[in-house]
């Protein structure tokens, strides 16, 4: 019995994602914050996992205080605006202050709304405690703003897990690890989900940033 040659097709590959750009925050104005210090170390990482990281330290560019009549007018704003504009994962981290975040963190947040819409926040506090509370505040501003947030945040305490401006304890050194990884992963679905969004014609929150 003869059987027919058999067809190939060609599969057909799906085209290349776009990097994952992530905005790292250091909320801190202590020259020797350990906040700092494990941002950077999140941003190292997640730089070698292919993303594309752009670092803000607001000790080294501060912003003026918001206030909503100028704000929008200072020349620093548009260039930061570009900069959140094109982050696809907003990654957060401040001191642990009275149990809330850093005045340099809320007044960076005070600054956008509309452009948080849809992008994924994880959040990494130093605190004495346990961070819960800053944590939680951090979650609200995401939810107030139509943003995802990881199911969990990063704690630490200063100077037991941080030594000579590196990250020291193993525990935190594994949370790290695990954090960049998700970021990755689920800020890439994210991502994709939202540029999806933003082309289609569907309803969802979305909807409202349309052009």
């Known amino acids: ?43 190292r990482q997640l730089s070698a996992q292919g993303c594309e990281v752009d670092l803000l330290d607001l000790l080294q560019e501060p912003l003026p205080l918001y206030n909503p009549e100028t704000a929008y007018d200072a020349a620093c704003f548009p260039a930061l605006k570009r900069r959140v504009d094109q982050a696809d994962v907003v990654v957060l981290g401040t001191p642990d202050y009275h149990g809330s975040i850093s005045g340099a963190l809320k007044n960076f947040l005070d600054h956008f709304w509309r452009e948080f819409a849809g992008k994924l926040f994880a959040t990494i506090v130093s605190s004495h405690e346990k961070g819960l509370t800053v944590t939680d505040q951090l979650r609200t501003v995401a939810r107030q703003c139509y943003a995802w947030t990881l199911p969990y945040g990063i704690s630490f305490t200063g100077q037991e897990e941080v030594k000579l401006g590196l990250v020291s304890g193993s525990a935190l050194a594994k949370r790290l690890e695990m954090m960049t990884r998700d970021i990755a992963t689920y800020g890439r679905l994210l991502a994709a989900q939202r540029r999806a969004d933003l082309a289609s014609k569907e309803p969802g929150f979305m909807a409202r940033l349309r052009p």
Do not use: H
């Open 1 to 43: 019995m003869n059987f027919p040659p058999t067809m190939t097709t060609k599969k057909k590959t799906a085209p290349p994602q776009p990097a994952l750009r992530v905005l790292a925050v250091a909320g801190s104005l202590n020259s020797q914050s350990v906040t700092r210090v494990v941002v950077g170390e999140a941003a």
